[in-house]
């Protein structure tokens, strides 16, 4: 108030200058399922570029059955599970801090989830970026030689010869062992019912 007149002031940062803090970042991700007569395991191989911002944490939404048992990476300070009362998973990787923002960030994830009934389809277990958008990856299904599995449903996925995954995914298909099955899939979330059955003698 000045001279019996009030003068209201507001202040803000224009033309996106508080967005320059928002974490952006692209994600690629090797998933590996290898499925067995008393669980099926999941591999993730996650790789994400930092595009903006500083990472502090990365979250990574989850879906389908499984318990995460192990994180690791060179780079990584902890990692927890942060779950929401509408039981929403996310999981949430923290890089270590240095001195410069991290500009790429690996981690390996290892799931398990027990086979008690094969008698409905059992959903993948699956990590998802926010945004999908700037996700890409590929997913390879391995199955034991008196097994067979069926991808009921898949959604967000395009089937793909073996031959035509990352090198260090191809490995070495034995004669009495089934074909993997292998996916890729692009700026999107993916869902992967797998029906598991015993195979002929």
């Given at each position: 108030?000045e001279?019996g007149?009030?003068?209201?002031?507001?202040?803000?940062?224009l033309?996106?200058?508080?967005g320059?803090?928002?974490?952006?970042?692209?994600?690629?991700?090797?998933?590996?399922?290898k499925v067995s007569?008393d669980?099926?395991?999941?591999q993730?191989?996650?790789t994400?570029?930092?595009?903006?911002?500083d990472?502090?944490?990365?979250?990574l939404?989850?879906?389908?059955?499984?318990?995460?048992?192990?994180v690791?990476g060179?780079?990584l300070?902890?990692?927890?599970?942060?779950?929401?009362?509408?039981g929403?998973?996310t999981?949430?990787?923290?890089?270590r801090?240095?001195?410069?923002p991290v500009?790429?960030?690996?981690?390996?994830?290892?799931?398990?989830?027990?086979?008690?009934?094969?008698?409905?389809?059992?959903?993948?277990?699956?990590l998802t970026?926010?945004p999908?958008g700037?996700?890409?990856?590929v997913?390879?299904?391995?199955?034991?030689p008196?097994?067979?599995?069926?991808?009921?449903?898949?959604?967000g996925?395009?089937?793909?010869e073996?031959?035509?995954?990352?090198?260090?995914m191809?490995g070495e298909?034995?004669?009495?062992?089934?074909?993997?099955?292998?996916?890729?899939?692009?700026?999107?979330?993916?869902v992967?019912?797998?029906?598991?059955?015993?195979g002929?003698p």
């Amino acid at each position: 108030i000045e001279n019996g007149k009030a003068r209201l002031v507001i202040e803000g940062i224009l033309n996106g200058g508080a967005g320059k803090d928002r974490l952006i970042f692209a994600t690629s991700i090797l998933h590996v399922v290898k499925v067995s007569r008393d669980k099926v395991v999941h591999q993730f191989s996650v790789t994400a570029d930092i595009l903006q911002g500083d990472p502090k944490e990365l979250p990574l939404t989850v879906s389908g059955e499984g318990e995460i048992r192990q994180v690791s990476g060179e780079m990584l300070q902890d990692w927890s599970v942060r779950r929401e009362a509408d039981g929403k998973r996310t999981l949430i990787l923290r890089p270590r801090k240095g001195e410069q923002p991290v500009p790429r960030f690996t981690a390996q994830v290892i799931v398990e989830r027990e086979v008690e009934n094969w008698e409905q389809p059992i959903p993948a277990f699956v990590l998802t970026p926010p945004p999908p958008g700037l996700s890409s990856g590929v997913v390879k299904v391995e199955v034991g030689p008196e097994l067979r599995v069926e991808a009921a449903g898949a959604t967000g996925l395009f089937p793909v010869e073996s031959q035509h995954l990352p090198e260090a995914m191809r490995g070495e298909v034995l004669p009495d062992q089934p074909e993997p099955l292998a996916f890729q899939f692009h700026g999107s979330t993916y869902v992967l019912p797998l029906k598991i059955s015993v195979g002929g003698p």
